[in-house]
């Protein structure tokens, strides 16, 4: 058996897996985000720790049996974010996430201080990203940025107290900018514009590499052997593709979580930082992969059910009853509620509704909000296609792959053939689970089994008509965000 834990930013998950690859069960719990000021976002470590063993607990519930036979870990989980811990492991403050935009200003600042920051890190300096946090972090609080002896990424925080081991792997590592991501190693050069040093870093290992075994604790705590191996696992997104069977060059993925994120796999380091791409060591050897990234997809959904008390499925039902007429004269939704990354960099846009009349219910708003995060994910396949990437089919993973008819709104807009999978939903848990697998076998074709493709759930061939018509309302949303009314935005920058 082997276990997947996926910490992400509002949950949890883990999986338990058996040897044919097949899931056994699966369980979760919520987390909360801080936002102690505008456009702060953090979160506590100790909570992830909680809700991690919460939902061991819940698992092991589900089934003692198999949970007593696990023989490997794996994490994946939210990336970016910065856990700061002094020389004693003490975490010294919240962690700062990846949807965080405090750091605005020390992008332009890291970007100065290290000339080759695009070829060697392979992406443009953005405030999400961890090495402009910690320039914040000596500007804006100093004392903590000199008692720092380590930084770690979220889900390496959690390896942390599982093995007692500071390590990562290249897949998170290389969302910091300090990685070198075609060497796969870390840049003493990027760490040196940030005052950092290879000290502050974890050793990495690769993400179906071992990095440890439980500690006697944990593992008497949990009800485990302690010789249970910790992989090294992936970020989310790597993760989520190992667990999808996204592996070779040209397999691709979209994934509808909290962000959003259209992963394309590639066999050599191919950075397009002037688009916002990213380009990212992918969690297997050998391979990377260039991503598209939304700040916020299906988070948008959870916010317009919150916002007029509806949930999620009764909505979707109402949306799917709309007449073609009524889709046509729909409002348009900019679904920029924490800024943007791909393909504008823009940490101050701003989500929209336009258009809204009388003559619209929540059906007609809630169609939009779909339909715009689905615009974002076209506008990061341009990006991608600028880029050199060409795809003709992608599988859809994440909490926004439960909508048949979401997914078939994705295929249309973006005319990409879409497929889910069985267990697609669980997203980078399963692939945690995959690397875990990993970890623990030696046959000579491990990967090409362990990493195969899950079984098709449904296929989403894209209309052509439906194609044609999405393109004028594609066409007016960006248009409105072209046409915005400039802002001043440093009064939304906060006192210090």
Not at 119 to 132: E, K
Not at 439 to 468: G, S, W, Y
């Amino acid at each position: 058996m082997y276990l997947g834990i996926d910490l992400g930013t509002s949950e949890v998950k883990v999986v338990l897996m058996d040897q044919g690859g097949n899931l056994r069960a699966d369980a979760g719990c919520a987390l909360d985000v801080s936002r102690p000021q505008p456009r702060w976002s953090e979160q506590d470590p100790a909570q992830w720790w909680q809700a991690t063993c919460d939902t061991i607990a819940k698992l092991r519930a589900k089934a003692p049996r198999e949970f007593r036979d696990v023989r490997a870990i794996g994490l994946s989980g939210q990336m970016h974010g910065a856990v700061i811990l002094d020389a004693h492991d003490k975490v010294l403050r919240p962690a700062i996430l990846w949807n965080d935009l405090r750091s605005v200003s020390e992008c332009a600042e890291l970007t100065e201080r290290a000339p080759q920051l695009h070829q060697i890190a392979g992406n443009l300096a953005m405030p999400g990203f961890t090495a402009p946090k910690l320039l914040w972090l000596a500007r804006h609080e100093p004392d903590i940025f000199a008692a720092m002896a380590a930084v770690l990424l979220p889900k390496d925080w959690l390896r942390l107290k599982l093995t007692g081991n500071k390590v990562s792997e290249p897949s998170d590592a290389a969302g910091t900018l300090w990685l070198d991501v075609a060497k796969r190693d870390w840049s003493d050069e990027l760490l040196a514009a940030t005052g950092m040093r290879r000290a502050h870093m974890p050793r990495l290992v690769e993400g179906g590499e071992s990095s440890g075994t439980l500690l006697p604790e944990v593992a008497d705590a949990w009800g485990l052997s302690q010789q249970v191996i910790v992989a090294g696992g992936g970020g989310d997104g790597a993760a989520s593709a190992v667990g999808i069977g996204a592996v070779n060059p040209g397999d691709g993925f979209i994934s509808l979580g909290t962000s959003g994120v259209l992963f394309v796999v590639n066999d050599r380091f191919r950075p397009n930082p002037a688009q916002a791409v990213h380009a990212f060591c992918h969690a297997l050897p050998g391979r990377w992969h260039q991503m598209s990234v939304m700040l916020s997809a299906a988070s948008c959904l959870r916010w317009f059910c919150r916002l007029v008390s509806v949930d999620e499925a009764t909505l979707l039902t109402e949306i799917a009853a709309l007449s073609a007429a009524e889709l046509e004269n729909a409002p348009l939704f900019l679904p920029y509620l924490s800024g943007e990354r791909t393909p504008h960099n823009d940490p101050y846009a701003q989500g929209v509704f336009h258009g809204i009349s009388h003559a619209h219910g929540r059906a007609a708003l809630g169609y939009a909000v779909i339909e715009g995060v689905t615009f974002g994910m076209a506008d990061g396949l341009a990006a991608l296609h600028t880029a050199g990437t060409e795809v003709s089919e992608l599988s859809l993973v994440g909490g926004g792959s439960r909508s048949p008819y979401w997914a078939q709104l994705i295929a249309d807009a973006l005319n990409v053939r879409m497929i889910t999978h069985i267990g697609s939903e669980t997203g980078g848990a399963l692939g945690a689970a995959r690397l875990a697998w990993l970890a623990t076998n030696d046959q000579p074709d491990k990967e090409a089994v362990i990493c195969a493709k899950p079984p098709m759930r449904e296929v989403f061939t894209p209309n052509p008509l439906r194609h044609k018509a999405l393109q004028p309302r594609l066409v007016a949303y960006r248009e409105i965000y072209r046409c915005r009314p400039e802002r001043i935005v440093d009064a939304e920058q906060p006192a210090h």
